[in-house]
């Protein structure tokens, strides 16, 4: 992990340069926006803070709204709850691993405008589904899936001639409904803050805990992203997707972006349009 001196004389340089281009801490000002990237500048706004954020391997394009971080491929043939955490974090039950600290990450996230959301809330249904409509793909909980503000997640990697740019979804397995992870955007949680004693200052979980991208709902609300589909209630769903995936311990580079990022399919004709995915209730989302 990096060593706090380090840290805290990389956050002191970022502190004022973010503050001014999102409106404080923790408080994107509406009146942001990208710079047009038509539109010539004397100054690059963004370039001490690229720089900054370079220092720690973060890349960031402010003018297309994207973030990028390296990391590793953890977790290929087990269960996953996690989509990316630091070493000391849930390591075994992660897809990536990245030494990227999670306060400087969070404030490259925060840099491009994004709003904390709201977390999930579940419990359990009352009464009770039956076994049989469970197996036909009922519920057992009422979810409020999280809500607000988010990010679109890619991970990109080289094998010789060829470039692989994926949604993180489709890096993912549902085992129990027969494809990947339903793509969507993820919703920013921005991390909580932690009290470990009285006399203990607070801390920022996601840094404490060392997780940073749930798949699977927890409440406590201690990551900076998580997915926000009905289904991701279920703990025992997710496995890695190993037939896309390069083999344990390769780096691959971890796209943030506000957007979608945009094929280019002129001149190849209409793609054929399906129906959407059921949810884990049955409705489409």
């Known amino acids: ?40 500048l004397a100054v690059d706004p963004f370039a001490d803070l690229r720089a900054a954020f370079a220092t720690q391997g973060i890349g960031l394009d402010a003018t297309r709204g994207i973030v990028t971080a390296p990391a590793q491929v953890a977790v290929v043939n087990d269960l ?23 306060e400087v990450l969070n404030t490259a996230l925060l840099t ?11 419990a359990p249904k009352d009464p009770a589904p039956s076994q049989e409509e469970i197996n036909a793909g009922t519920s057992p909980y009422d979810v409020r899936v999280p809500e607000g503000d988010g990010l679109f997640l890619y991970a990109g990697w080289r094998e010789g001639e060829e470039v692989h740019l994926h949604r993180i979804e489709d890096l993912v397995r549902d085992r129990f409904r027969g494809r990947t992870l339903r793509r969507h955007r993820f919703v920013y949680l921005g991390s909580a803050m932690t009290q470990r004693g009285p006399d203990e200052p607070a801390r920022f979980a996601a840094s404490t805990d060392g997780n940073l991208i749930n798949v699977s709902f927890f409440k406590a609300g201690h990551t900076l992203l998580t997915t926000a589909l009905e289904e991701c209630v279920d703990q025992s769903a997710w496995l890695a997707n190993a037939w896309l995936l390069p083999p344990v311990g390769s ?12 094929v280019d399919l002129a001149g190849i004709g ?3 349009v399906v129906a959407p995915v059921p949810s884990a209730g049955g409705e489409s989302r």
Do not use: K
């Open 251 to 262: 780096t691959v580079l971890l796209v943030f972006s506000r957007e979608r990022l945009q």
């Open 112 to 122: 491009l405008g994004v709003a904390p959301g709201i977390n999930a809330d579940w």
């Open 1 to 40: 992990m990096t060593s706090r001196t380090p840290l805290l004389a990389l956050l002191a340089l970022i502190a004022p340069l973010a503050g001014s281009l999102v409106g404080g801490a923790g408080a994107p000002s509406s009146e942001v926006r990208p710079q047009d990237p038509d539109e010539p």
């Open 80 to 102: 996953l709850e996690y989509l990316l955490v630091m070493p000391h974090g849930a390591a075994h039950e992660a897809l990536f691993t990245t030494s990227v600290d999670p």
């Open 270 to 272: 209409e793609l054929p």
